[in-house]
């Protein structure tokens, strides 16, 4: 028997995941709100148009980007993914607000070699920057500090501080090089720098490729007589993303479809979800874990909490204080999230949206021009401005009001922007404590919590964002690793 904390993405997924051991079923969801899809909420409106209050687009590379493609497969959703192409302007054309201006940064290999006017120099100078850079061995630094001792203090300062908010709202100044940019971050530890680890793994890659290509022409040779409309009819997500060269893509209808064909799935296969069921205290015994829910006793076998690790460590602090403490130290941020709907084009170009650094010291994070980025069914102007983050309470305060938001918003976005209009609909909301925050040492205490978890022997799994990364494929990514965990401690 299996309980699962949370009916967001995670936990959805860490059940459709468990299904498939028969030792873990019976499988019990118990969500303390009332609705399943935890922070991914698209909201429908009259004339077709999709306001989204969490993520709207997903990746397709990368371990966690295939298996949120596999999974689309799994769930019959494949018709629904809608794509958008690395030569979609919305893909190609990405912005940041400084110096009181909208700079585009670079996306050819002539905006590569001239000087761009957001670092007022060329990106080839920003190379050889990393190139001259001397090696510092270390376990873990700030995102900051990390670039700026390799690329430049203006690229931190302007470009990857933008890109820090823009995914997860927080500051680079705290946050971990080797948790938010791995790659990166090892490519200086193994070869002294950032350009050439990225060469060197591009040709571990490219003859991994090259078998990888002979395997397939061998193939295509043997089932020559397939013709191409039949094979890409059959084609997988995953080579159809690779072959068509996506960016990113979304799900049509909203990506609430993703949460919510989960959850129809895994009751379809027996699994029960309880909302407004909110657990208040676990207690970890030999063969067994209580969970009081509703002032209610309930055992189980095993449990899996997909809860922000602060959360989790409320239920845990009276039986384990170490281990509360440690997923204690996990912080989180409140965003604030605007929708703004404008009647005509409003925007002065296409593009997927534009980052304002924190060094602007402006009270929103950025603008998502999702009427660009997702085919809309009207031809309205459809924004989405993030908010807060890091310095929420600086700007907001404690109980700042949803008509303070979007009046701010709204000045905001028309003096970025230069929209002279006022928007004919809009949605606000507060996202309290919404993205953790992976501070200097995040992996260090990872590997500590891990460590308590099995020296204890506690029949508990870990997933969600608190963890191993904040984006839609990292958490459903870990909870396919959390129910592995959970497998190894059954067998």
Not at 2 to 21: K, P, R
Not at 251 to 258: A, C, P, R
Request: net charge positive.
């Amino acid at each position: 028997m299996t309980a699962i904390l949370g009916a967001g993405i995670s936990g959805l997924s860490a059940a459709y995941y468990a299904l498939q051991n028969a030792k873990m079923v019976p499988i019990t969801i118990y969500e303390a709100t009332n609705r399943v899809g935890g922070w991914i909420h698209s909201i429908k409106l009259p004339d077709g148009t999709i306001f989204e209050q969490g993520p709207r687009t997903i990746r397709p590379s990368g371990e966690g980007g295939k298996n949120t493609l596999e999974l689309m497969e799994q769930l019959q959703l494949s018709d629904k993914v809608v794509p958008i192409l690395s030569r979609n302007p919305a893909s190609k054309c990405r912005l940041i607000y400084t110096d009181d201006q909208l700079h585009l940064l670079p996306n050819s290999i002539k905006g590569i070699i001239r000087k761009n006017t957001l670092l007022d120099r060329s990106l080839l100078s920003v190379v050889w920057n990393d190139l001259r850079a001397p090696k510092v061995v270390k376990d873990d630094e700030s995102i900051y500090n990390f670039v700026e001792r390799r690329l430049g203090k203006d690229v931190a300062e302007k470009l990857i501080s933008s890109i820090v908010v823009g995914v997860c709202a927080g500051d680079s100044h705290k946050l971990s090089a080797k948790s938010f940019m791995p790659s990166l971050f090892e490519a200086e530890q193994e070869y002294g720098s950032i350009v050439k680890g990225t060469i060197a793994r591009a040709f571990k890659n490219r003859k991994n490729n090259a078998k990888l290509k002979e395997k397939t022409e061998s193939m295509k040779k043997n089932n020559s007589q397939i013709n191409e409309k039949s094979h890409n009819m059959k084609m997988s997500l995953i080579e159809r993303a690779r072959k068509e060269m996506w960016s990113i893509w979304t799900i049509k209808d909203g990506i609430d479809q993703l949460p919510i064909s989960l959850a129809k799935n895994i009751t379809d296969h027996g699994v029960s979800i309880k909302t407004e069921h909110r657990c208040e205290q676990l207690k970890f015994s030999k063969d067994t874990v209580e969970l009081t829910v509703n002032g209610e006793v309930k055992q189980y076998s095993n449990i899996i909490s997909s809860l922000p690790a602060k959360n989790l460590a409320s239920l845990v602090q009276a039986q384990h204080p170490e281990l509360a403490n440690e997923l204690r130290s996990i912080p989180t941020v409140t965003v604030g999230v605007v929708n703004l709907q404008f009647p005509k084009n409003a925007l002065p170009m296409t593009a997927f949206g534009v980052l304002i650094p924190p060094r602007e010291e402006r009270p929103i994070l950025g603008v998502i021009f999702d009427s660009c980025v997702v085919p809309q069914k009207s031809d309205a102007t459809v924004l989405t401005v993030m908010m807060g983050g890091e310095w929420f309470e600086k700007y907001f305060g404690q109980c700042s009001s949803d008509e303070h938001l979007l009046t701010v918003a709204v000045n905001q976005v028309q003096e970025i922007l230069h929209i002279e209009e006022d928007p004919t609909v809009f949605n606000v909301s507060i996202l309290k404590d919404c993205i953790p925050q992976h501070i200097v040492g995040h992996m260090q205490r990872l590997t500590r919590i891990r460590n308590y978890i099995s020296t204890h022997k506690i029949p508990l799994g870990l997933c969600g964002s608190s963890y191993q990364g904040v984006g839609l494929n990292d958490v459903i990514l870990s909870a396919k690793q959390a129910v592995s965990d959970i497998n190894s401690h059954i067998l």
